[in-house]
């Protein structure tokens, strides 16, 4: 699909709906479309109500699954929004010349998906709809992942015109599953973060930026449905996972360490005492001495602060010993030297800001030097310095959403301290297996990469490094490389922070602690090709070059 709309016209756009009243996730959808600031709305085409026919099981389940897995705000909530509509021209879907003579950009549909095709030729851009997994699935988002026990839900903005019969992806974004127990808890992210869509798509089209809409695969699974039998065959299959979760819980617990190498060593495990954990490790070297900062997190606070310890060849030479600590939560210390000082860039999410803190004295003495961005819920910022201009990567939290992990904001800026700018194409990457940053961005043999976490089976399963093809203020791209996965021991199960800095190599991994009787932890030898491209990293970034 290419458009080339001019940017002095906005376009022109028509809801199908059942009716006034819609979830809450729609009306803000329609909000952030408004918001865009990019397009009008012209019409409101409604459509008789489909009784949705629910199974028995099915409704009861849902009923506990809300009752136990309570969500904060709730996306299927019925609101109204006619008073954003309401005075909009309103047509029968049967009124299709009517609907024609509105000359419409695009036609949003919110109702169910089978009346797609009856639309498509009404708008110069076709029909807009979404799909959750399959597009012809009769069960809500996160029903299907639940039961077959999918990591992750699929959910995109699709498109299509009367011209074609092949549907186009206009805008795609991969959710984690929250829970293995509530269908309610993973879709309700999954309607809050695919709220934004529509918005972002009409920008796109707006710009002329829909010549990278893809085709649609197609499906040829059957469709599911939540009948009672598929419900039975759920409810067996949470009561397994409830039993195995008991022995879980009685015979072990979780604990995040960190591990560090020097050159092409075997790694050595850091192993904290069992009252707290530690994780997002970042090596960095001061004169002749080596440094690790870390997230020092202890249980009884239930939050965290930053420590340091120094480590050599041998072993660890002083410390952990606190570093900085807030009244925040604070995690991922990216520590970085910069015209003879240093800094750092704590995780703190909490405050809604991005703080730069510089050492009065390293390693101990930190204080705050300014404020970066005021964003919502910004979480683990990693700078890199290009040619003289320097790029900030941060994941930034979606209205509604209960976790970050999933969208990847970049903002540019010609000094550290800002004014630092939106990226035009913000979020960059919307996928739980790619978009959260993992450690400090390096270059090898005249290539960036970008470390990142695959949160996809559980939080910090996996480290993905990710080659840098395009970066500019209106451009971003990348290309998985090469992957970090927890299996060189039965009892690792993350592994989701990288860092490299002249010669130390600095990962954490999310272990599985024995409660009685555990055997020693297996390091890993190495970290296959990742090992290669930090043999050819270089650190005179001045003459590197990225893909304008």
């Known amino acids: 699909m290419t458009a080339q709309v001019a940017k002095s016209r906005p376009l022109k756009v028509g809801i199908i709906v059942e009716s006034f009243v819609q979830p809450r996730w729609v009306r803000k959808s329609i909000e952030k479309v408004l918001a865009a600031d990019v397009s009008t709305f012209e019409l409101v085409v409604k459509v008789p109500a489909e009784n949705t026919g629910e199974s028995l099981l099915y409704k009861l389940y849902n009923r506990m699954d809300r009752r136990m897995f309570p969500t904060i705000t709730d996306a299927l909530e019925p609101v109204s929004i006619e008073d954003v509509v309401g005075s909009l021209p309103t047509l029968g879907p049967d009124e299709t010349d009517k609907i024609k003579a509105f000359n419409l950009d695009v036609l949003i549909n919110f109702v169910r ?20 997994g399959k597009t012809d699935e009769k069960a809500p988002p996160g029903f299907r992942e639940l039961l077959i026990d999918e990591p992750l839900t699929i959910s995109s903005l699709r498109a299509l015109n009367g011209r074609s019969r092949a549907e186009r992806i206009l805008y795609q974004s991969a959710s984690p599953i929250l829970s293995r127990f509530s269908v309610g808890l993973n879709n309700n992210d999954c309607y809050w973060k695919s709220a934004a869509f529509v918005a972002r798509s009409l920008v796109d089209l707006h710009k002329g ?27 067996f299959k949470l009561s397994e996972r409830a039993a195995a979760r008991a022995v879980e819980k ?45 997230e020092d ?31 925040c939560h604070l995690s991922y210390p990216f520590v970085f030297e910069w015209r003879g ?14 703080e730069l803190y510089r050492a009065n004295s390293f390693p101990f003495d930190w204080q705050l030097e300014h404020v970066l961005i005021e964003a919502k819920q910004p979480l683990d910022t990693t700078l890199v310095e290009v040619n003289g201009t320097w790029w900030m990567f941060v994941n930034i939290q979606e209205d509604g959403v209960l976790v970050n992990w999933d969208e990847l904001h970049v903002y540019y800026a010609d000094n550290l301290r800002g004014p630092w700018k939106p990226h035009a194409r913000n979020p960059v990457v919307s996928d739980v297996r790619s978009a959260r940053p993992a450690g400090r961005l390096f270059w090898s043999n005249n290539i960036l990469y970008r470390p990142s976490q695959d949160s996809s089976r559980r939080y910090g399963y996996a480290t993905v490094v990710n080659q840098i ?25 993350g592994v989701h922070t990288l860092n490299w800095f002249h010669g130390l190599t600095v990962i954490d ?12 932890l297996r390091p890993p030898r190495g970290l296959g090709t990742i090992d290669g491209l930090l043999r050819g990293r270089e650190d005179q970034q001045a003459e590197t070059r990225v893909n304008p």
């Open 209 to 235: 930026r829909h010549e990278d809409t893809i085709e649609a695969a197609q499906h040829t699974e059957d469709s599911l449905e939540p009948t009672n039998a598929a419900m039975g065959q759920l409810f």
């Open 250 to 294: 009685f015979s072990s617990f979780e604990q995040w360490v960190m591990a560090y190498r020097f050159g092409g060593g075997e790694f050595k495990y850091l192993v904290p005492p069992l009252d707290r954990f530690w994780a997002d490790p970042f090596a960095i070297k001061a004169g002749e001495k080596y440094y690790i900062f870390f």
């Open 509 to 520: 991994c999310l272990t599985r602690r024995r409660r009685f009787g555990g055997g020693r």
């Open 469 to 493: 093809t395009s970066l500019s203020p209106t451009e971003y791209s990348e290309v998985e490389v090469a992957k970090i996965l927890p299996d060189w021991d039965k009892d690792i199960l």
């Open 113 to 132: 998906n089978e009346l797609k095709s009856k639309f498509a030729g009404l708008a110069k851009y076709g029909v807009w709809f979404y799909a959750f």
């Open 341 to 354: 000082n240093y800094y750092m860039i704590p995780e703190t999410g909490d405050k809604n800001v991005v």
């Open 297 to 327: 997190y202890l249980n009884s606070a239930g939050r965290a602060h930053i420590s340091v310890i120094e480590v050599d060849k041998n072993g660890i030479v002083s410390g952990p010993t606190e570093a900085l600590k807030l009244d």
